[in-house]
């Protein structure tokens, strides 16, 4: 199984930027979709984005569209999560994933049952 390892959380203030980090180990990285979820206290788990396997497609939610921005680099088996004009509604734990199987999308609608490993998660404060 995957194992999935997030970094780049901590505190920013409102307008700032933060880059998450997901590094993965085994050697299948390249063939699997990736996500970034997020939760925020007392809320539901939400859809950030997602990357094909190949890099070549992603998929936004809504709320970051145009100011979030996921890449990979299957080289280093690491995934990205650039978070320009952070906003204080961006503050939650952020998640990384993978699909379950293989070269398969992981879109925003995308029941659990699509999502095989996760990461533990890392915080991010927005602060004004």
């Known amino acids: 199984q995957v194992q999935l390892v997030e970094s780049g959380g901590g505190l920013v203030q409102a307008g700032g930027s933060l880059r998450l980090s997901c590094a993965a180990s085994g050697r299948t990285f390249s063939t699997y979709a990736m996500a970034w979820f997020r939760q925020a206290p007392g809320k539901e788990r939400e859809f950030v984005g997602s990357i094909t396997w190949s890099g070549g497609v992603t998929r936004y939610g809504d709320s970051v569209k145009g100011r979030f921005t996921i890449s990979r680099d299957n080289a280093k088996s690491t995934v990205y999560l650039q978070m320009n004009s952070l906003k204080l509604e961006d503050t939650a734990v952020y998640y990384c994933?993978?699909?379950?199987?293989?070269?398969?999308?992981?879109?925003?609608?995308?029941?659990?049952?699509?999502?095989?490993?996760w990461g533990q998660g890392t915080q991010v404060t927005v602060s004004s």
């Open positions: 994933a993978t699909h379950s199987r293989p070269f398969r999308v992981i879109t925003p609608q995308a029941p659990s049952t699509d999502l095989g490993s």
